[in-house]
Nanobody, 127 residues
Framework: VQLQASGGGLVQSGGSLRLSCVASGRTFSSYNMGWFRQAPGKEREFAAAISRSAGSTDYKPSVKGRFTISRDNAKNTVYLQMNSLKPEDTAVYSC?????????????????????WGQGTQVTVSS
């Protein structure tokens, strides 16, 4: 599967952005999806994940309550709605797909458990 992320940009602190990640292929609904981010000089970190049926979601504690991950399987798209953005949210955000049939949400926090990655989209939050 190929993943294409978009929606990044420059926003002031307290603002909002919605990231989208469109997947190619007809089996999007069989993948668990995640969003990861990498700030300059830092390691890539987990931001959010959603199960294939959208029945379960998980978030990095620092974004919980501000970010919402969702998916539309009919459109082969996963979203990340980001509200109340802070300068520390500045990073390149990437989407990823995991094909495991039985994956716990805890398991989906780790980048090495994902099979496919999209290119990143830059999010910059100014203070």
């Amino acid at each position: 599967v190929q993943l294409q992320a978009s929606g990044g940009g420059l926003v002031q602190s307290g603002g909002s952005l919605r990231l989208s990640c469109v997947a190619s292929g007809r089996t999007f609904s069989s993948y668990n999806m995640g969003w990861f981010r990498q700030a300059p000089g830092k390691e890539r970190e987990f931001a959010a994940a959603i199960s294939r049926s959208a029945g379960s979601t998980d978030y990095k504690p620092s974004v919980k309550g501000r970010f919402t991950i969702s998916r539309d399987n009919a459109k082969n798209t996963v979203y990340l709605q980001m509200n109340s953005l802070k300068p520390e949210d500045t990073a390149v955000y990437s989407c990823a797909a995991n094909s495991a049939f039985r994956a716990t949400m805890r398991w989906l926090q780790f980048a090495y458990n994902y099979d496919y990655w999209g290119q990143g989209t830059q999010v910059t939050v100014s203070s």
